[in-house]
């Protein structure tokens, strides 16, 4: 069974660009979470879509969007970049409604110059 | 807003030994999460608690969670070299907000 999908791996953009990151779940899963990882901040939650559905978001401005496709693949968007979100983007799906044993991909790492 | 603090934030101890990292939640939270990350790497779902008392355990890890001392604790067993990483717990509140710990990067000695 293959494993979450993260694409692209590495991106480099520029402040005031806009980037599209996505996420393929693992076949069934039908949950998505996306988390960005920052030495300053550390982990934090960004979203949480189950069959198209935001179910839940973090405390992002509304620069940060998602949403999620009825193949359960999703992508977070991030308008107006900022030096400060240059992190390492990741994503986990799990099966359910709920944050059980979630399956993470490799993440993408964003560079905002 | 729910508040995760781990600590040790660093943990180096020798093979063999026996720690445990220790996970305080401020508010009440209906689920409890642990995680691993090796550098580099992406995270690694270990454990999922959902109720008071609940115990889980893998390998040298146990997981068990306290509602009440709003504590969870991460128990490792005769430590080895391959569970050098770094550790985050996560809580999750009725309003389903999550929120991470900061860490605690364990670093087995041989």
């Known amino acids: 069974k293959a494993g979450v999908t993260q694409t692209p791996r590495y991106l480099i953009k520029t402040r005031g660009q806009q980037v599209t990151l996505s996420c393929s779940p693992i076949?069934?899963?039908?949950?998505v979470s996306w988390y960005q990882q920052t030495p300053g901040q550390g982990l934090q939650f960004l979203f949480e879509?189950?069959?198209?559905?935001q179910r839940n978001k973090g405390n992002f401005p509304g620069r940060f969007s998602g949403r999620q496709f009825s193949n359960s693949r999703s992508e977070m968007n991030v308008s107006t970049l900022e030096l400060g979100d240059s992190a390492l983007y990741l994503c986990?799906?799990?099966w359910g409604s709920g944050r059980e044993t979630q399956y993470f991909g490799p993440g993408t790492r964003l560079l905002v110059l | 807003e729910l508040k995760v603090e781990q600590n040790p934030l660093f943990l180096s101890m020798q093979e063999g030994k026996n720690y445990t990292i220790y996970c305080n939640y401020s508010?009440?939270?209906?689920?409890l999460y642990w995680y691993r990350q090796d550098p580099g790497k992406s995270l690694e779902s270990l454990f999922v608690l959902l109720s008071n008392g609940a115990v889980k355990q893998e390998g040298r890890l146990m997981a068990s969670l306290d509602t009440k001392a709003r504590l969870s604790t991460l128990h490792i067993t005769a430590a080895v070299h391959d569970l050098s990483a770094t550790y985050f717990c996560a809580a999750e509140n009725t309003g389903n907000q999550f929120y991470f710990g900061t860490g605690t990067s364990l670093t087995v000695i041989p």
């Open positions: 076949s069934g899963h039908r949950s």
């Open positions: 879509y189950f069959s198209e559905t």
């Open positions: 986990a799906s799990s």
């Open positions: 508010t009440t939270s209906d689920r």
